[in-house]
C-alpha cells in the first residue's frame, strides 16, 4: 500500500484504520483488500469489521489481547493490524467485483420528487433518468440502516438538495438523490432525499443468508422498467 | 409452556447480547442495554450467556407464568411482586403454574432484567433474540410485547437448583433460593468515564471545558438508539461535514445543534457527527441504567485506565459467574 495508514482508536474495544481524506476508488480498493484478506484469513480477538468511505473499523475483544491482563490491549491490536497490513502486499482488488443490474420504475406514483429534481438541474425528466440508469456505482459502504448502500458514481448534474421536510415514512425501495449522493432506502424510515424512483427488489431480508442484498465493493446499474415489469417484480421477490 | 403477558409495561422486549457480525451490512448489534444484568439474570438461573431474557423499562409489566419456572430479576429496581409480596433481585426464586408477578414503579435504575431457566423457544434472527423494533427483527415478531402475547419458554432443566427450590417450596405458590448474590450499587445521577472522542480536537476550547463541567439531563426524547442531553451546547467553531464512518455503544456524537447524544444499544452503524468523547465500556451498564430525566457528568481517563477498569470488570464478573454455574448446574 502506498500512503500510509493511520491507526486510532474509537473507544476501548474499537481500532480505526484510516486510508485517505477523502472519497476516492484507490482508497476503496484498498480498504476491500483488507476486508477480503479478513474474509480469508480472520484474526483471533478480532469480532467484526465495518468499512465506510475512508476507514476501516475493527472492534476487538479487549480481553484478547491483554493476554490474560498482562499486556495493554490497544498495543496488542496495533501489532496485530500492522502484521495483517504487511501480509497484504497488493491493494488492487483480488476478485473482480459483482455487477448487479437494479429495476427501477421511474413512474411519477414511484418518484414523486423527479420533476423537482429535473427542474433543479434544468433537465427534463427523461433526462434525469437516462443519467441516473446511464452511469456505473459503486458501493462505498452499508450503513445508516439495514441494507442501505452509500453509492458513488453519480452524473453531478442531476445533484439536488435534500428536502427541507423530511417525508415521515419513505417506503423500502424507493431510490433517491441527496447532494450528488444517490441511494435506495432499504427498510421503511422517515426520511429527506428526493425520490425519483423505486425498486421491486428486497434490499434486506432479514431470512436471507446474506440479510443485505448490496455489500461494500459491489457495483451496479440501474435498469428502468415499467410499472407492468414493477409489478412482475414485485410478485416475484414475494 | 410459556409466559403470558397480562400488561405490557412501557417498554418491555426481549433481548441477548446482540447480532454480532452483520455490522457490515448495516444492521444494528442492538441487544440488552445493561448486558451485565442480562448475564447476571441468566447465570442465576443457570441459563448460557447467550441466552435470552426479558428487558423491562421503567414501569413494568404483569406476567403469568403458565407452567412451573425457575426466574430471576436483576437490574433496576422496578418493585417486583407476587400477591403483593415483594420479590428480592438478584436471587432464583421458582414459581409454581399461575404465578402473576407484577412489576411497578421505579424505585433505582431505569431498566430490568428477568431470566427464565430453559429460556424462550424463538426462532434467531442471524444469530440472536434481540429485538430491534425498527426494522421488526428477532424477539417475538420483531416487536415489544403486547398485552395478549405468549412468550413459549422450557421448563426448568433438572439440577442443584430445581431440587433445592422444589424441597422449599412445600404449598406456596413460589419461593425463593436461600442465597443470592450482590446487586450493584445504582447512582441516581452518576459519574460517567470517557475517553476523547476521534474529533474532540475539532471542538473549541469552550465546548470542551462545557464537556467536562457540566451536568446534562437524560432528555425525553431517549431511547434504546440513544441517549439526548440537554446542558449546555457544545458547538464547533464551524460546522463540519465528515464522511460517515463507524460508530459504537457509547460513542458521544454532536449534531449541528450542539446538542450531544450518546449511542446506546440499537444505534446505527455509521454516522458523520463529530464525536467528541466515548463512553468506556466499564461504565455502560452504568449508563443503561440512567433514567430520564437524571443527569450525568463526564469525568475524562486515558484508554490505558479505560481498559484496565474494563479487564478489571470483567475479572470480576467471569468469578461471579463461575460461582453461579457451580451453585446452579448439578
Redesign the interface.
Same mark, same amino acid.
Given at each position: 500500500m502506498s500512503n500510509p495508514i493511520q491507526l486510532y482508536p474509537l473507544g476501548d474495544a474499537a481500532i480505526v484504520l484510516k486510508f485517505g481524506d477523502t472519497i476516492a476508488l484507490p482508497t476503496h480498493h484498498a480498504i476491500r483488500a483488507v476486508c477480503a484478506h479478513l474474509d480469508e484469513h480472520p484474526v483471533p480477538g478480532l469480532v467484526e469489521y465495518v468499512p465506510a468511505f475512508t476507514t476501516l473499523t475493527l472492534y476487538y475483544d479487549p480481553w484478547h489481547f491483554s493476554a490474560h491482563g498482562r499486556l495493554d490491549p490497544y498495543a496488542g491490536v496495533t501489532a496485530a493490524v500492522r502484521q495483517l497490513l504487511a501480509h497484504i502486499q497488493n491493494a488492487a482488488p483480488r476478485h473482480a467485483p459483482r455487477l448487479l443490474k437494479i429495476p427501477v420504475c421511474y413512474a411519477p406514483e414511484f418518484g414523486p420528487d423527479l420533476e423537482v429534481v429535473a427542474s433543479h438541474s434544468h433537465l427534463l425528466a427523461e433526462e434525469v433518468i437516462a443519467r441516473h440508469s446511464g452511469a456505473e456505482y459503486v458501493v462505498y459502504m452499508i450503513g445508516f440502516a439495514p441494507g442501505f448502500p452509500y453509492l458513488g458514481g453519480m452524473d453531478a448534474r442531476i445533484a439536488a438538495p435534500r428536502k427541507d421536510q423530511p417525508r415521515t415514512l419513505v417506503p423500502a425501495g424507493a431510490v433517491g438523490i441527496a447532494g450528488t449522493q444517490t441511494g435506495i432506502y432499504s427498510i421503511p424510515t422517515p426520511g429527506g432525499w428526493q425520490l425519483i424512483g423505486r425498486t421491486p427488489l428486497r434490499l434486506f431480508d432479514p431470512h436471507r443468508a446474506q440479510p443485505s442484498l448490496l455489500q461494500a465493493g459491489d457495483q451496479l446499474r440501474f435498469v428502468p422498467i415499467t410499472e407492468r415489469e414493477f409489478g412482475q417484480h414485485q410478485r416475484h421477490e414475494s | 409452556m410459556s409466559l403470558s403477558i397480562l400488561r405490557a409495561g412501557l417498554l418491555t422486549t426481549i433481548q441477548d447480547l446482540g447480532r454480532?457480525?452483520?455490522?457490515?451490512?448495516?444492521? /444494528?448489534v442492538g441487544g440488552a442495554m445493561d448486558a451485565v444484568a442480562l448475564r447476571l439474570a441468566n447465570a442465576l438461573v443457570g441459563n448460557p450467556d447467550s441466552a435470552a431474557g426479558l428487558e423491562i423499562t421503567l414501569l413494568g409489566p404483569e406476567i403469568r407464568f403458565d407452567a412451573d419456572h425457575i426466574i430471576a430479576v436483576t437490574g433496576a429496581d422496578l418493585s417486583p411482586t407476587i400477591r403483593g409480596e415483594r420479590v428480592r433481585s438478584y436471587r432464583p426464586f421458582l414459581v409454581r403454574q399461575g404465578t402473576v408477578l407484577k412489576f411497578g414503579a421505579a424505585r433505582a435504575g431505569c431498566r430490568a432484567y428477568l431470566a427464565v431457566a430453559g429460556s424462550f423457544t424463538l426462532p434467531r434472527?442471524?444469530g440472536s433474540h434481540a429485538t430491534y423494533v425498527?426494522?421488526q427483527?428477532g424477539g417475538l415478531h420483531g416487536a415489544a410485547l403486547q398485552a395478549g402475547d405468549g412468550i413459549p419458554c422450557l421448563g426448568p432443566p433438572p439440577g442443584k437448583l430445581l431440587t433445592e427450590l422444589t424441597a422449599r417450596l412445600l404449598n406456596k405458590s413460589w419461593v425463593e433460593a436461600s442465597w443470592s448474590i450482590a446487586p450493584p450499587p445504582v447512582a441516581g445521577n452518576p459519574v460517567i468515564r470517557v475517553?476523547q472522542g476521534?474529533e474532540y480536537e475539532l471542538f473549541p476550547a469552550a465546548s470542551q471545558a462545557a464537556l467536562w463541567s457540566s451536568a446534562f439531563t437524560v432528555s425525553a426524547a431517549s431511547d434504546r438508539m440513544g441517549y439526548r442531553l440537554l446542558g449546555p451546547p457544545l458547538p464547533l467553531v464551524q460546522a463540519q461535514e465528515l464522511?460517515?464512518?463507524?460508530?459504537?455503544?457509547?460513542?458521544v456524537q454532536v449534531p449541528p445543534d450542539g446538542n450531544p447524544i450518546v449511542l446506546m444499544a440499537d444505534r446505527?452503524?455509521?454516522?458523520g457527527y463529530p464525536?467528541i468523547a466515548? /463512553?468506556?465500556?466499564a461504565d455502560f451498564s452504568r449508563l443503561a441504567q440512567v433514567a430520564l430525566g437524571k443527569s450525568i457528568t463526564f469525568q475524562e481517563v486515558s484508554?490505558?485506565e479505560?481498559?484496565a477498569l474494563?479487564?478489571g470488570q470483567?475479572?470480576t464478573l467471569q468469578q461471579l459467574l463461575h460461582t453461579l454455574r457451580l451453585k446452579t448446574c448439578s
Open positions: - | 454480532v457480525g452483520y455490522q457490515r451490512e448495516g444492521i /444494528v434472527i442471524m425498527r426494522a427483527l475517553t476521534p464522511l460517515s464512518s463507524a460508530v459504537t455503544f457509547g460513542t446505527q452503524t455509521t454516522g464525536r466515548q /463512553v468506556i465500556s484508554l490505558p479505560a481498559h474494563y479487564l470483567q475479572h
